[in-house]
């Protein structure tokens, strides 16, 4: 057998990487992932949130419409859902219509809150005024 043919021992030249840089590399890539599934989670969330906001701001106005062609209010608190107009479509969403004196003219400030899923942070409230009708 001649010197070329024999096996020698692995050298410190050998390519590739060590297993302990494969585990390190990993555990980086983990954390990564994790943050960014964190940040995907808390983007859902959002996007929820404001879905829920923008469908309360679309049935405040909708109440505040109706004060708007319907009769002079009486003054006080009334408070209810949509389950009476629209059965089954806005489960969860609450309203709020808070009628006051404005003082002037016999004007009525009309307030009108709506409140998704009892999440406050995704209120919508809109004001009007009314004066007697003519």
Do not use: C
Not at 28 to 49: P, Q
Request: proline share 5%; glycine share 8%.
């Amino acid at each position: 057998m001649t010197a070329a043919h024999r096996s020698s021992p692995p050298t410190r030249d050998a390519r590739g990487f060590t297993l302990l840089e494969v585990m390190v590399a990993l555990a980086v890539i983990a954390t990564a992932f994790t943050a960014l599934l964190g940040l995907h989670v808390r983007n859902l969330k959002l996007a929820a949130r404001d879905q829920a906001y923008t469908q309360a701001l679309l049935l405040s106005r909708s109440m505040i419409t109706e004060t708007e062609l319907g009769p002079y209010p009486e003054v006080g608190i009334a408070q209810g859902d949509f389950e009476d107009q629209w059965p089954g479509l806005y489960t969860g969403f609450k309203w709020e219509r808070i009628v006051s004196d404005f003082g002037v003219l016999s004007v009525k400030q009309v307030t009108v809150r709506v409140i998704p899923y009892g999440d406050e942070s995704a209120a919508a409230e809109l004001t009007v005024f009314k004066g007697p009708q003519r």
